[in-house]
């Protein structure tokens, strides 16, 4: 991929809520508590930590409260790597999430605090999408933006119509959260019309199902019904170049993380890793999508493509918070090596 201009430095910019996570401490459910644990996250913002550690161009656009927690956490941001000065002050708090650990037994959970964020409450006209879109070739987005308001989902549309005149290739993510959308509109009234803009996109088989009624064989294995969303999906993607999913399995005792890529009209499929213990797999998605964007802006081979990101997104489950604090060496190390419990020193 190549910038507009004929240069090679592609940039990406990504548009998404920013949040702090409060993760209970010690393993501990919600009622037996003594302390949480932050981290900042988002979606977004995600891809792009990660993005920028591999060493691409990233921009962060969003809309946080002018106070301390929120300017820490740009700090925090731009430690890593990711551009912040296209970002919007306004409004009254940052968004919040809360999360207590799962084990074999039980799931994880999740609880959002995010209605009247700093987010939530954007505006069409906010942003003034033609100047903070400058010099920008990739524009990445997930499902989440839409879900927290009515106004939100317009600033969506509002965002891909300026990303599409503009030429940007467009990337998105489905990222369902049932829990999120509380404004009288369901998904598959919203949905479609914003992901239709997309060249490039990451999915799930369920909000597969939920945006577009898409249904599959569950009696199939995961790369088969890949195929079949594939051929469906794209007849209400009409711009769809690339599709990717990652998925879980359990294999004896242990978890499996693999994917699936379309791409050109042929399926590419990676084996992935087994995990021998998972720290944190929030953000393992994100790390997932934000592979697939490094191997597309970096032209690689289609196989090379799924495979680096299924690294990705295994990685990220060793690490806390939501995060993947890896570089690339260690991506191809797993590539190349698989999971290792040694001490490099």
């Known amino acids: 991929m190549q910038k507009r201009d004929g240069t090679t430095a592609v940039r990406l910019a990504a548009f998404g809520e920013f949040l702090l996570r409060l993760h209970s401490n010690s393993g501990k459910r919600f009622g037996q508590s003594d302390g949480y644990i932050?981290?900042?996250?988002?979606a977004e913002a995600n891809v792009c930590v990660l993005l920028s550690r591999l060493g691409m161009s990233t921009e962060y656009i969003t809309r946080v409260p002018d106070n301390d927690l929120a300017i820490t956490g740009l700090q925090h941001l731009r430690g890593h790597g990711v551009?912040?000065?296209?970002?919007?002050?306004?409004?009254?708090?940052?968004?919040?999430?809360?999360?207590?650990?799962?084990?074999?037994?039980?799931?994880?959970?999740?609880?959002?605090?995010?209605?009247?964020?700093?987010?939530?409450?954007?505006?069409?006209?906010?942003?003034?999408?033609?100047?903070?879109?400058a010099d920008i070739d990739v524009f990445h987005w997930s499902g989440?933006?839409?879900?927290?308001?009515?106004?939100?989902?317009?600033?969506?549309?509002?965002?891909?119509?300026?990303a599409r005149a503009a030429g940007l290739t467009i990337s998105?993510?489905?990222?369902?959260?049932?829990?999120?959308?509380?404004?009288?509109?369901?998904?598959?009234?919203?949905m479609p019309a914003l992901l239709q803009h997309s060249d490039m996109t990451v999915a799930d088989l369920d909000a597969v199902n939920v945006y577009y009624n898409i249904e599959t064989d569950k009696q199939l294995s995961p790369e088969k019904r890949f195929e079949?969303?594939?051929?469906?999906?794209?007849q209400h993607m009409p711009k769809l170049k690339t599709l990717a999913m990652s998925f879980r399995k359990v294999q004896g005792n242990q978890l499996v993380y693999f994917g699936a890529l379309a791409q050109g009209d042929q399926y590419y499929f990676s084996e992935g890793f087994t995990v021998p213990q998972v720290t944190d797999q929030i953000g393992a998605g994100d790390a997932f999508t934000a592979g697939i964007l490094f191997g597309v802006?970096?032209?690689?081979?289609?196989q090379q493509i799924i495979d680096f990101a299924v690294a990705c997104g295994t990685l990220k489950q060793s690490i806390h918070g939501d995060w993947a604090l890896v570089n690339e060496r260690e991506v191809t190390d797993l590539m190349a090596n698989g999971p290792s419990g040694r001490i490099v020193r």
Not at 93 to 115: H, K, M, Q, W
Not at 144 to 160: D, I, K, P, Y
Not at 297 to 302: A, E, K
């Open 297 to 302: 802006m970096n032209q690689y081979p289609p």
């Open 38 to 42: 932050p981290y900042y996250a988002g």
């Open 228 to 234: 079949q969303c594939y051929e469906q999906l794209r």
């Open 172 to 190: 998105s993510d489905f990222n369902y959260r049932a829990t999120l959308w509380k404004y009288g509109q369901h998904p598959s009234a919203v």
């Open 144 to 162: 989440v933006a839409a879900a927290l308001s009515a106004s939100s989902a317009a600033v969506c549309g509002e965002a891909l119509e300026a």
């Open 83 to 133: 551009g912040t000065g296209r970002v919007a002050y306004g409004g009254d708090r940052l968004g919040l999430y809360f999360t207590e650990s799962g084990n074999g037994i039980r799931p994880g959970r999740v609880i959002y605090d995010r209605a009247g964020s700093s987010f939530a409450t954007l505006q069409p006209g906010d942003i003034a999408w033609s100047s903070v879109l």
